[in-house]
């Protein structure tokens, strides 16, 4: 941004956030905030453990862009841009005080605790605009189209592992009931500006994403048998499920190849069943 009297003298950065976000609690402020205050220091604090502490800022500040050029200028970055770009490519390791101290200066490695237990604890208090956690999960599939990279297995090799058959913490990997995940999938709708809209049998058209639409992607796609989109709580005899931000992803790309008539092909398709 430029001041109107002089087109040679430009704003700084802390102004045009201020100007543009003028709600200094927004979660989508802070993040670019507190970017730009790493932008200032970081010459003297880049190390390999950089990306450790702030790749979920920097994550957020993607999806957070691919979201306001979308408002503000109606453009798809997805169209030029494949998704899986948009996500960062980390090391995930765990990093405690203990390392950070015995690999750094002190000055260094209290920057970079401080700086962590900060982004954590204000991650705590905001949402998925500041800060986005970041977590690779593996799983075996016995369909070869539908890997990423193929491995073998036998007894004889030196480095031991085992097959896990369960997600072990469903509550950061499914982490959307279904009420959730329908409020999610109108959420990405309104975001992304598709024009989702669905005519029941008396004409009468709505452009809300509910229940009944919900149903019938599960029952089509078969999701609860699919373990990356839904996880299966066994309570007793009581039986629910969690989905996952897979599963969000998922659903909102299908609607988007065919937005006004999805709903209508997925019940034809399912009453055939």
Known sequence: MYFKDSSDRTIPLEKCIALIFTNN??????NLEKIVSLRNTSTHFITEDYERVYA???QACVINFTNKIQEFHGVDITESIPQNFLTLSVNLDDLTDEQIRAKYTPQLAEKLIIDRND???????????????????????????DADFNISVTRDANAKGNIIKELRDPSNTHKFSFKHLMEEI???????????????????????????????FIKFYNMKKEPKYSYEHVIGNSTQYSYSLEAVNFIV???KKKPERIISDIKKANKKR
């Not at 605009?129 to 016995?142: E, G, M, S």
């Not at 992304?192 to 919900?214: A, C, V, Y």
Request: overall charge positive; hydrophobic content about 25%; glycine content about 2%.
């Open 119 to 145: 982004i954590e604890i204000t991650t705590e208090k905001t949402n998925h605009k500041f800060a986005i956690t970041i977590q690779q999960n593996l799983y075996i599939t016995k369909k070869k189209k």
């Open 253 to 255: 790309g299908e609607i």
């Open 186 to 216: 109108n959420k990405q709708l309104k975001d992304q500006n598709i024009p989702f809209s669905h005519s029941n049998s008396s004409g009468k058209s709505r452009d809300k994403f509910n229940t009944h639409d919900l149903n019938e």
């Open 25 to 30: 609690k927004d979660p989508l402020r802070i």
């Open 56 to 58: 979920p800022l920097f």
